[in-house]
């Protein structure tokens, strides 16, 4: 058997046993060939990019850039003790990454392509089996520095990768390496606190974060959204906390120390289980047009969809959903958040509703709609609803009437009793949002 036809049987073999393409298993196997792997290298995680990559032993996940600095992703960078990297007090070598999934990627890369400023010059290359382009900057007037980026699509994912140094020499060969050591793969939903990119949250909704993850570390316990919650308690600055307060949820009546006591416990290796790394990257992040801030966390907390828990804690002081939801939303209004909108009534967010019936002034959602035809058709109330019958007559200064009609009889609201809808333009919405659910 010759090399050649040997060397095409692993490679069958290795596209059978993994799935990829034919020329994807084949590029995997020559990389190998030519680098073997070396001890010098870990490999670094981050879970939820899909992506992984050997790093040289010396490099760490570093945390600073998790605070919304210069570029917005995790970055890891090489570290004083041990580098074979010259010079550690004036150089820099860093890898920032990105995934975006919001972005039509294949476009994203052809529209990177042909970017007529001509800042970069284009390199078709492979990077983790997939086809890539290498951007160099055009007019590198600094010798010594450098700096390249990769841009590809995989799964319909886009993802950016950005390597700079101000050792051109020392660490080409090193990004050469690692580039090479991409892998690319399905983003997972359990990992390290550390490997979490939190790109969109606000550094406010970081701190919480970290915090609540501390206070789990701290107890031996699971990270879930009870320590969320406790941290957005304990949090100083943030609508939460303020919200919080008003409802007299304080770090005293928590029994929690407002400082955290982080000595000893690297946080960024603290496990995230796959509930709570779903309300991080998935359930906040949802409420937030860009950035994740402390009310959008609570909203996450508060959502019947939350799996990771968390509002036990302080219903444990006698403050129930509803109540916390109501002050939340008038907060939240009070701060014009235009991805906010919640039912008039119950003052739950959109999001959490299967829909929403607007008026020139206020919106009612199904669940409360459907009370209300619960109501009048004699049935069972619904749990968790605090739509009721309207029985205070007509008050002075408050216009109590239908939203929707402007009928005055037969009206429902629920506390603080500022809007109100009749009987009929309930039942005839509820019907209609029956049948869009039926069909
Ligand atoms: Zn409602
Ligand atoms: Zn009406």
Request: with cysteine; aromatic share 6%; net charge neutral.
């Amino acid at each position: 058997m010759t090399v050649d036809k040997h060397f095409k049987r692993l490679v069958r073999a290795r596209a059978a046993r993994t799935g990829e393409s034919y020329t994807a298993a084949r590029w995997r196997l020559r990389r190998a060939a030519a680098n073997p792997s070396k001890a010098t290298t870990k490999r670094a995680k981050l879970a939820d990019l899909g992506l992984s990559v050997a790093i040289p032993e010396t490099w760490h996940r570093v945390t600073h850039s998790m605070w919304g600095q210069s570029y917005p992703a995790l970055h890891y960078e090489v570290t004083k003790n041990g580098s074979r990297l010259a010079d550690l007090e004036l150089n820099s070598h860093r890898l920032g990454s990105v995934r975006d999934p919001a972005r039509a990627a294949a476009e994203a890369v052809e529209r990177a392509r042909s970017d007529p400023s001509a800042r970069f010059e284009y390199t078709d290359t492979m990077l983790g089996g997939t086809p890539a382009i290498r951007l160099d900057p055009a007019n590198n007037r600094q010798p010594q520095a450098s700096e390249r980026h990769y841009c590809l699509a995989h799964n319909d994912h886009l993802f950016i990768l950005r390597f700079t140094t101000t050792d051109r020499r020392a660490c080409d060969p090193v990004f050469d390496q690692m580039a090479a050591s991409i892998e690319l793969g399905d983003a997972s939903d359990e990992c390290l606190l550390g490997e979490l990119s939190m790109t969109d949250y606000a550094p406010a909704s970081i701190e919480c974060v970290l915090i609540g993850a501390l206070m789990a570390a701290q107890k031996g316990e699971d990270f879930s959204g009870r320590h969320l919650l406790a941290a957005l308690v304990l949090g100083d600055s943030g609508i939460a906390a303020s919200v919080l307060r008003t409802l007299d949820v304080t770090p005293e009546r928590l029994g929690r120390q407002a400082r955290v006591d982080d000595s000893g416990i690297a946080f960024l290796e603290i496990p995230v289980p796959a509930a709570t790394f779903e309300l991080l990257t998935q359930l906040m992040p949802g409420y937030a047009l860009e950035t994740v801030r402390t009310h959008h966390a609570l909203l996450g907390i508060l959502s019947p969809r939350n799996p990771a828990g968390g509002l036990e804690l302080v219903e444990g002081l006698g403050v129930d959903a509803i109540q916390m939801r109501t002050a939340l939303a008038d907060r939240i209004a009070y701060e014009n958040d235009a991805s906010c909108v919640f039912c008039s009534f119950c003052r739950k967010p959109a999001l959490d509703v299967a829909q929403m019936t607007p008026n020139r002034f206020s919106q009612i959602c199904n669940e409360c709609t459907a009370a209300c035809a619960a109501m009048i058709h004699g049935r069972r109330p619904l749990p968790d609803n605090p739509m009721d019958r309207y029985t205070g007559g007509k008050r002075a200064g408050l216009f109590t009437a239908c939203g929707y009609c402007g009928a005055d009889e037969d009206l429902y609201t629920a506390p603080p009793q500022t809007r109100f809808i009749c009987g009929v333009c309930a039942v005839r919405i509820d019907e209609t949002t029956t049948r869009a659910d039926g069909q």
